[in-house]
């Protein structure tokens, strides 16, 4: 009984083929990747620099038609067929995804090389192979139209995001790994729970055509509350982040980079995707509220939680729970404020927080990561001097932390300036008030970092092991991109506007 | 009760005894086997939701028996990946526990 009668309103567009490339490119990394490390080491700077470009093309496919880029798999048209799709949000994060997962590809160069006169190891190899498959998974979680296509993809983006956790293979990170695992099944059996029941109510998964026929009733909201809660134990949402500071903290310093950076962020994209784009109509309830109470919650125990760490990289994973945190607070305002807006100030705001936590979390956790190969420990009382060793990485770490703690000029600061006056014209303060709170808490635990960094030591550093400068400038590029998201005038941030269902008011005219 | 209804009900109830499971055992063997319950619960109730088709004359919706083939996959997959890591770990420390001293993990000497 297909009760897709509602026809699929856009048409395949000449641009589509990109959409298949940027899932493809990845994927045929990976399998390459698989013949040696070596062979991956030399090819992937091609490969990524051809992954950038074909995300900064759809980028500008999307802004210059401003429309959708569609394509239909083998021809076949929803409610049948898959679709890709990729609107100014899958635009802005593919972007993002490229440039981080290019960043690490060549800070990882250095880390995971094979040694001379051995013909493999095992942490390179895995490390490029499971690198392009995030990268794959990713992308496809960005350009997903149809929601068991989803399901798969977050799938695949989790068996390769759990292996990263335990490259070292030590029984801590291994435990770490299967808690993070244990997690993310739960998370997915939960939505896979939903999408069935949504098949069976409305007889499609395809993304756009659900928007047309969702209407709040039980079914609606059972399939909401269950692939929200299972999309949320993914996000590591408070309560649900136990899993996130062992794994995050314990990975080598390139794989949090991603997994802190990137992967939590496909499981919210995804619960952005259900509540602005599936059930659009459902963002005014108070459901909604629950959502950034849970965000609230998690700005404030993370940041007291990262406030109270002796080591650095728990410290900046306890800070990417806070961070997280922010991204949940803009479902209510985007209900409230919708109507006023021609844009949606706190859809920006909160889309914008995801862009350059990404940029800022993975240049913190890179730059945690040399610092902790100069000086072969990460105690951060013992941080001392730091400061005159590597001038380069703690600059780009400071700069990533202006965007954590929401200082101009940052993305950081432009997000949270918008949530800001998102939950000031929505007449919601109490969510200013925690947005200031978790700044002022974050820029606490980010100076008990700074403060003995730039303080010096008696005698000057000398790093146990000599730091590449390319690899403190990678660091400083992404550092830099963070800050660069301050300083943009607001005007770019329309693209991520493009292909958003109309509100509400809008479709009952 | 008709036979859609009971097999819903029963896959409603796998759910129930799997999340039960997955959330009070301590073991990780018990959640994994856990998760799988829950699975075989979800995927009853895919097989449930093919019989729509049934009232609209057709043998049977095929949609969600492809979805449930897939998901059978990366249900097995991600079983597979679990056990794989539990084993690792037995192999290291002896116990097949995930206990929660491991919350901290201790000083390492070369951080790449």
Known sequence: MMSGSAAFSEAANAGGFLLVLAVSLPTAGMLLSVLGARLAARAAPILMLAGLGVAIAIAIEVWRAEQPLVYFVGGWVPPLGLALRADGLSAAMLATTAIVVCATGLYGRAAFRVPAGVSETRAPLVFWVLLMAVWAALNLV???????????????????????VCLDGRAETLAAALRYLLFALLGSVLYLLGVGLLYGGY?????????????????????????TAGL?????????HLWLPPAHAGAPPAASAVLSGLVVKASFFLVVRLWFDVMPGLLNLVAAQVLSTLGAGAILVGSVLALRQARLKLLIAYSTIAQIGYLFLMFPLAGASSAQFGSNV?????????????????????????????????????????????PVTV???????LSLVGLPPSGGFVAKWLLLTAAMTAGQWWWALVMLLGGLLAGGYMLRVLAPVLTDASEPLMPRVPILRSRELVVLALALCSMLLGILPLRPFGLLQIGRPPTSEARSR | MSAATLFGWCGAALVGLGLYGLITHPHPLRKILAFNLIGSGVFLLFGVVARRGAA??????????????TGIVVAFSATALAIALLLRIFRQTGQATVSSESKHPPERSADS
């Open chain 1, 142 to 164: 960005f350009l997903g139209d149809d929601l068991f296509n989803l399901y798969v993809a977050l799938e695949l983006l989790t068996f390769a995001a759990v292996p990263l």
């Open chain 1, 395 to 401: 600059f780009a770490f400071g700069a990533a932390a």
């Open chain 2, 56 to 69: 609209a004359g057709m043998g049977g919706d095929p949609v969600p028996q492809a979805l449930v083939i």
């Open chain 1, 346 to 390: 706190a859809l920006t705001g909160g889309m914008l927080q995801a862009v350059s936590h990404a940029f800022a979390k993975a240049a913190m956790f890179m730059s945690a990561g040399l610092i902790a190969e100069a000086l072969g420990h990460d105690r951060i009382t013992e941080l001392r001097g730091v400061g005159q060793m590597l």
């Open chain 1, 232 to 240: 949320l134990a993914k996000t590591a949402l408070f309560p649900l």
């Open chain 1, 203 to 227: 007889g499609t998964l395809d993304i756009v055509l659900l928007s047309g026929v969702v209407r709040p009733e039980p079914i609606a909201f059972a399939t909401l509350g269950l692939m």
